[in-house]
């Protein structure tokens, strides 16, 4: 079975700019996570989409968006990025009934300068 | 505030040495524990959970992890590590909610 995938892998942007990541599930996952992972601050969580509605939502600010299509895919968006964007931004899928057990991609690793 | 300790930030070992990862939560309500590995340039990986049951769980590569309650903890271990443990670990918690809370890591260094 395939794992969770991530497109892009690597990214470079500048300040202003907006990005949207895009993460597939593994076939017959319905939950899809989104974590921020940073040498400072480790894994911090954004959001959990399920069945296209967002179940959970982190501490971040509302430049950081996602939305969920009906195939399971999703895709995370950053708006006005800033410099303290840069980070490796992780999915991840689950199946709809144990949503914390968690299979993660390989990340986008995105650069902001 | 939910979250989750893990005291060793770094630690470098021979190999054949035995490894232990501390990992302490806070809240004593029901959790769902998880350790998870990231080696130099691959993604995170399952190393294994704890969802109820017998609280002394075996995961890949030979780890294994307790769960004490008492003690809010679920400490990594392996008796004998090897060059290719060389990796990130990370312990994870969830709260009986929908998202897993994770803690800083510990860098393992693990020399011939």
């Known amino acids: 079975k395939a794992g969770v995938t991530q497109t892009p892998r690597y990214l470079i942007k500048t300040r202003g700019q907006q990005v949207t990541l895009s993460c597939s599930p593994i076939s017959g996952h319905r939950s899809v996570s989104w974590y921020q992972q940073t040498p400072g601050q480790g894994l911090q969580f954004l959001f959990e989409y399920f069945s296209e509605t967002q179940r959970n939502k982190g501490n971040f600010p509302g430049r950081f968006s996602g939305r969920q299509f009906s195939n399971s895919r999703s895709e995370m968006n950053v708006s006005t990025l800033e410099l303290g964007d840069s980070a490796l931004y992780l999915c991840?899928?689950?199946?709809?009934?144990?949503?914390?057990?968690?299979?993660f991609g390989p990340g986008t690793r995105l650069t902001v300068t | 505030a939910q979250s989750v300790s893990q005291h060793n930030h770094h630690v470098i070992l021979s190999e054949a040495a035995s490894l232990e990862l501390g990992c302490n939560y806070s809240y004593g309500g029901t959790v769902n524990l998880f350790w998870y590995v990231q080696y130099p340039g691959q993604h995170l990986q399952l190393l294994l959970k704890y969802f109820s049951g017998d609280p002394l769980v075996k995961g890949i590569k030979g780890f294994e992890a307790e769960f004490i309650k008492s003690k809010f903890s679920f400490n990594l271990r392996k008796p004998s590590v090897q060059w290719s443990d060389t990796a990130e670990y990370f312990c994870a918690v969830n709260y009986n909610t929908d998202k897993l809370i994770f803690g800083t890591g510990t860098r393992l260094q693990v020399f011939p």
């Open positions: 991840a899928s689950s199946w709809g009934d144990r949503p914390y057990e968690q299979y």
